[in-house]
């Protein structure tokens, strides 16, 4: 039976990333994903509302949450950033009555919306590895992989109550899906530091610096290609990766991808795509 889920593609996936949104809905068919999407719901704010207004991110998040609920849906997401950031807010209104009646006032002022608590946020690595399982996953991947990939989870779905069943410090189903569908994959401790993404704007030289330095360790430690669960992390390591590079000295050209990209390419979606990854990989160099 297909597993029903209230669409959240994550922060950039319809700007920065496109290529997130292209390849989730051929592996949503090819998983047996029905997606609603939410429409108009807004960004989770990416940690970066919250610098300026906490309150104004957590009431966005409700209203994203009370969307899902009116569907009986559970929210499902891409993006490590958005999982990890509607987690928090959830966690927050579910454990401050008074904050939930705060919010639910402005929401049912606003919008004509209230929401209760009674949903739930699942990234797709969690869902692939808890709820579809491995096993399926590897008998619909029919292009092997065939690479040494390094594995990058960001640290925020690496807390207690966002990462599914997986190890919050020490998680391996990033490693356990690249395995499954034909990679290679890389033991390395950048796959959870943060590169400093909600800093971007304002502190550009730390940002790059942190980029530089995960990319680096990867190469280090072998990989040919990096893998992200996080749609703003993906952007930060591929996008930003040549400018992270010069300002640090460090080698950081490689290439990265997203989790939804590297899925499309293993269960025969962009086969082309596919075809100009494997050149990129085979050339690339310092």
């Known amino acids: 039976m297909a597993l029903k889920y209230a669409y959240h593609p994550g922060n950039v996936a319809h700007s920065g990333s496109p290529e997130v949104a292209e390849t989730m809905t051929p592996i949503a068919r090819t998983l047996g994903l029905t997606l609603t999407p939410l429409e108009g719901a807004t960004s989770c704010g990416a940690g970066i509302i919250r610098q300026a207004n906490r309150k104004l991110q957590i009431t966005l998040n409700a209203r994203t949450f009370a969307m899902a609920e009116s569907?009986?849906?559970?929210?499902?997401?891409?993006?490590?950033?958005?999982?990890?950031?509607?987690?928090e807010d959830l966690d927050s209104l579910r454990n401050d009555p008074l904050l939930m009646q705060e919010v639910n006032d402005i929401l049912s002022r606003t919008c004509g919306m209230t929401f209760s608590g009674d949903?739930?946020?699942?990234?797709?690595?969690?869902?692939?590895?808890?709820?579809i399982g491995l096993d399926k996953v590897e008998k619909l991947a029919i292009n092997s992989l065939?690479?040494?990939?390094?594995?990058?989870?960001?640290?925020?779905i690496q807390r207690k109550g966002a990462c599914g069943e997986d190890d919050v410090h020490d998680p391996e189903y990033m490693e356990r899906l690249i395995f499954a569908i034909g990679g290679t994959p890389v033991d390395w401790e950048?796959?959870?530091?943060?590169?400093?993404?909600?800093?971007?704007?304002?502190?550009?030289?730390?940002?790059?610096?942190?980029?530089a330095a995960?990319?680096?360790?990867?190469?280090?430690?072998?990989?040919?290609?990096?893998?992200?669960?996080?749609?703003?992390?993906?952007?930060?390591?591929?996008?930003?990766?040549?400018?992270?590079?010069?300002s640090s000295g460090l080698s950081t050209n490689i290439p990265v991808i997203h989790l939804t990209e590297m899925l499309s390419f293993a269960m025969g979606h962009h086969n082309t795509r596919f075809a100009q990854l494997r050149t990129r990989v085979a050339v690339i160099g310092d």
């Open 119 to 131: 949903t739930e946020v699942n990234h797709l690595l969690h869902v692939l590895v808890d709820e």
């Open 146 to 156: 065939n690479m040494r990939v390094a594995g990058y989870y960001s640290p925020y």
């Open 190 to 211: 950048g796959r959870t530091t943060s590169v400093g993404t909600p800093g971007l704007l304002s502190e550009e030289g730390t940002v790059l610096r942190q980029a």
């Open 71 to 87: 569907l009986g849906l559970e929210i499902l997401t891409p993006c490590a950033a958005t999982a990890g950031n509607l987690q």
């Open 214 to 246: 995960v990319l680096s360790e990867a190469k280090e430690e072998g990989a040919q290609l990096v893998v992200s669960a996080c749609n703003l992390s993906h952007s930060v390591l591929d996008i930003y990766q040549g400018k992270a590079g010069r």
